[in-house]
């Protein structure tokens, strides 16, 4: 997944330890991650790259500043897509 992020699992530990959290909340990477752990995993540090990637998407979504925005997805896309996807999509990507 990190080859889709616009910065990567180890430059955002980065930029966090240079205090450049508007990057890092401005970046579509933290919408990006799955949260499957991979970076926790490969990590030789044990640095918990995920939970750093969760807590700035909850910063976001506390701001209401949400990624997801439900009323401008056509009404032919809602049934179009499974309704636990949209669920699932709704709950990670809105307040």
Same mark, same amino acid.
């Given at each position: 997944?990190?080859?889709?992020?616009?910065?990567?699992?180890?430059?955002?530990? =980065?930029?966090?330890? $240079?205090?450049?959290?508007? #990057?890092? !909340?401005?970046?579509?990477? *933290?919408?990006?991650?799955?949260?499957?752990?991979?970076?926790?995993?490969?990590?030789?540090?044990?640095?918990?790259?995920?939970?750093?990637?969760?807590?700035? =998407?909850?910063?976001? $979504?506390?701001?209401?500043? #949400?990624? !997801?925005?439900?009323?401008? *997805?056509?009404?032919?896309?809602?049934?179009?897509?499974?309704?636990?996807?949209?669920?699932?999509?709704?709950?990670?990507?809105?307040?």
């Amino acid at each position: 997944m990190a080859a889709y992020m616009d910065i990567p699992p180890n430059q955002m530990i =980065r930029l966090a330890q $240079l205090g450049m959290e508007e #990057d890092l !909340l401005n970046c579509e990477a *933290i919408w990006l991650c799955v949260s499957c752990l991979t970076c926790n995993t490969r990590c030789p540090k044990g640095v918990r790259i995920a939970e750093l990637i969760e807590s700035l =998407r909850q910063v976001k $979504l506390r701001a209401r500043q #949400d990624h !997801l925005q439900v009323d401008k *997805i056509s009404a032919e896309d809602l049934r179009a897509i499974p309704p636990i996807a949209l669920i699932g999509s709704m709950r990670k990507f809105t307040s």
